[in-house]
Nanobody, 124 residues
């Protein structure tokens, strides 16, 4: 049974930082590209970042480029999202996802497995 479990969400002030983590189990981790998506209230889910199977490639949404960094640890089967210079518009539920269909992907429908999400709130 594949499980993706996110953690690290919190309430943070604008300009602050958070580090999200996603622990994967039940799959061969290095066969999957990993991604982070987010969904704000009343909005559609949107792509945030993705990392290829062996971390050779990373890709970011324009809205987070230069502020967020994705990484993965194959030994621990985890993927992290370091978020700096947070803005109120970053407020959302953040989801971790895994896909074996692509080297890496910004398309949510290509992802086979999803976590339950972790809430990030950026507010003063």
């Amino acid at each position: 049974q594949v499980q993706l479990v996110e953690s690290g969400g919190d309430l943070v002030q604008p300009g602050g930082s958070l580090r999200l983590s996603c622990a994967a189990s039940g799959l061969t981790f290095n066969r999957y590209a990993m991604g982070w998506f987010r969904q704000a209230p009343g909005k559609e889910r949107e792509f945030v970042s993705t990392i290829s199977r062996y971390a050779l490639d990373t890709y970011y949404a324009d809205s987070v480029k230069g502020r967020f960094t994705i990484s993965r640890d194959t030994a621990k089967n985890t993927v992290a999202l370091q978020m700096n210079s947070l803005k109120p518009e970053d407020t959302a539920i953040y989801y971790c996802a895994a896909t074996s269909k692509s080297t890496y992907s910004s398309t949510g429908t290509e992802y086979e497995y999803w976590g339950q999400g972790t809430q990030v709130t950026v507010s003063s």
